[in-house]
């Protein structure tokens, strides 16, 4: 599933191209905050469409919780507006968190319940009638143990029921900060595809995350913040395409047997004369292909690397 | 205000509470321990009246008054009649001048000392005086002018007729609410410190909801707790209106107290180390009524004595709304600042 829709938004079929994506999800104005004499969000700009996933990327301390607390009412701007589903965020909290789900990087569940219990918690909070928590909890992966403690389990299986918290509502739109970090290949998958399957849905994936790997697998766009300011903004594709350097790495064995690194830019004029040349000349070992990653244009752009 | 997810709220919370064995064990043995010893208080006082007699001559009719049921012992001294008050071998002490009989001669009024012990009602006080007219009246056969002085020796326990039983009543019901504020402490300062507060306010849920409820389940615990106690150890026999009013005031400045200690602490033994200085000085009161006159007029800057003196005056003298009414408003007062303190502190944890 993942590969399909890679393939489709490579393709450059990016879902804020389509007509049906015209309205958007998110929109901040001049978003601002500040501690004191700190500017911690400096007056971004941007849309999400719906049915979108954005990838948000930045350092610690690039603003990236200070945006996503504005965005769900937990905090006032202090200048800007935060604009969910058409509706001011800051005069319309409760009806936008009706229809949004945040999931925390941090686990904040109620331990002493078990996973059923917390998820009929807050689904009578979001005011739902009739909730089947069984396959909610099924969805993540946590079959067997629904009627168990949420102090009993792992801390994947706890992110796993974090993440099936916050979409207990079927939200309109999904806030997740760092799903995935510190998780097992297991938890991973399954919450990445809880993630695409609320796409599918139609709910707009608002994405925080240190893992470049993952927000280019998952993200139609991906922003990067530093410094509370947002300095790109694309599909990943395009910010490659843009910024990123594709190449051939060559390894070749020299006549007195060592082997020897060769690397040649693609896209260039000379990039089929380079290739035939050395094909011929040397001894090929292997060849692969070298393009940016997303942690590559982070650096590139901003000078400085995400997880500093 | 969202009913429905206040009481969602409240429930998660009561659930909670009772899924904290510390705090569920220290609830349900604390109440069997404060019912034991309730019962195994003495539920009457002695009403023997035990009296010292100090005479520098012989007194027939203090033996005849024996013989009539009151239990008089004679002393050798003023000195040792002083020292069997203080230790509680006689309620009384009568001390006849070596000059009495030159002063009823001469016409004068001659000067008896009475010393009680600092508990005796003023009933026994009177009953004395007419007592020792008595005793002139039969020893000389006419009613004699005396001067009688009177000195307390000890504090001034006025009040302890009550059966011990009975005192310990407001102390038992402030017991009960004070300790709940440990549990509801430690509820919002794991609320707060785990996070869990902030998982609740990206739903519709508000933090006046959430101040709500934890205010209805604090004051619920406390208050249905208190009600149980009293009722079975006798204290809603006599103004059952006024000490619900009380113990539902006394609930509300538990919650109020709580929140400013969640608001400070950050786990369980944080709370507990918070708690436990808090609840110390909330309890002083009590002892005003285990033991009267042992504490002076600087209790009453405590919020809790006016919970501890109108259970006392309402449970165990039958005092209404008129008489309590004042100490019911000063509760009131203290109760609603110590909650807007706890509520604007604790506020700035949840935001």
Redesign the interface.
Known sequence: MLNYIKKERDAGTSRMKGDKMAEYAIVAEDLTYSYGDLIAVDHINFKVAEGEILGFLGPNGAGKTTTVNML???MKPKGGRAILLGMDVARNV??V??D?G?C?E?T??????TAV?NLN??A????IKSFDAVTLLNRVGLEGREKDRVETYSKGMKQRLMVA?SIV?RPRVLFLDEPTAGLDPTSSEAIRNVILQERDRGATVFLTTHDMLEADKLSDRVAFMNQGKIVALDTPLNLKRQYGKRALKVKVSTQSGELEDREIALDTPETPGDVQELFSREQIVTVHSEEATLEDIFIKITGRGLTE | MNWRIVGTLVSKDLSLFFRKRAITVLTFVGLIFYLVIYFVMPSSVDENLKIGLYSPFSLPASIQLNEEGLDITAVDSEASLKEGVIDGQYIVGISLPDDVIEKLNSGQKPKISLYFTPDVPQEIKDAVEVLISELAYMQTGQTLALDVSEEILGPDMLGTQIPPRDRLRPLLAVFIIMMELLGLANLISEEVERRTAHALLVTPTTVTELFVAKSIAGIGLAFVQAVLIMVIIGGMNTQPFVVLVTLLLGAALATGVSFLIAARAKDFMSVMSWSFPVLIILIIPSFTVMFPGVITGWVKIIPSYYLVDTIHRAANYGSGWADVWLNLLILLGFTLVITWAGIFVLRRKFQ
């Open positions: 769900t009412g937990q409760e009806k968190q009706g949004i945040v925390f941090t904040n569940l109620y331990e002493q319940m219990e918690l807050f009578r909070l979001f005011g918290r509502n």
